[in-house]
């Protein structure tokens, strides 16, 4: 008796693992397709994040770099234009110093009209003085970043 029991028992057992595998076997398959498919996105996220870092560098290279002072020829220049391109902006003197690459305290000179900017200088106010909001924050994330 014990053995149709242990017989019987086996038999069930062996069914169940059949039933249980063909059940399991389109999830396997589904769960093999999705680790595929995870690891090329991975390999693709890296990628582009290479690729944001690398035109991130190059942007904060060009923003950063000096503008000739052959470029102020011409430029004409007014405190009054100074204050209200940095209220145009809605920035602070400190942010807006950045963006043109002097201090604070050159950008209330200017706009007091204790000081005038130097070549160098009056060319990169020129530079940024036609920027609009978004692209002046873009830039000062970058410099700050």
């Known amino acids: 008796m014990a053995?149709?029991?242990s017989v019987l028992k086996e038999e069930i057992q062996r069914?169940?693992?059949?039933?249980?595998?063909?059940a399991t076997?389109?999830?396997?398959?589904?769960?093999?397709?999705d680790r595929s498919a995870i690891a090329a996105l991975k390999r693709k996220v890296a990628g582009l994040?290479?690729?944001v870092?690398?035109?991130?560098?190059?942007?904060?290279?060009?923003?950063?770099?000096?503008?000739?002072a052959e470029q102020a020829e011409g430029v004409r220049f007014s405190p009054k234009w100074v204050a209200a391109d940095r209220k145009r902006l809605e920035l602070s003197a400190r942010d807006y110093a950045a963006l043109v690459?002097?201090?604070?305290?050159?950008?209330?000179?200017?706009?007091?009209g204790k000081s005038k900017p130097r070549a160098k200088a009056l060319a990169a106010w020129a530079k940024i003085r036609g920027l609009g909001k978004r692209e002046a924050w873009k830039?000062?994330?970058?410099?700050?970043g």
């Not at 690459?101 to 007091?112: A, D, F």
């Not at 830039?139 to 700050?144: A, D």
């Open 25 to 33: 076997g389109s999830i396997k398959k589904h769960r093999a397709e």
């Open 139 to 144: 830039r000062l994330e970058l410099l700050e």
């Open 49 to 51: 994040e290479r690729e």
């Open 101 to 112: 690459g002097v201090s604070m305290l050159t950008i209330y000179n200017w706009e007091k």
């Open 3 to 5: 053995n149709i029991a």
């Open 53 to 68: 870092a690398f035109l991130r560098k190059q942007e904060k290279r060009r923003i950063s770099e000096e503008p000739a």
């Open 15 to 22: 069914l169940a693992r059949k039933e249980i595998r063909a």
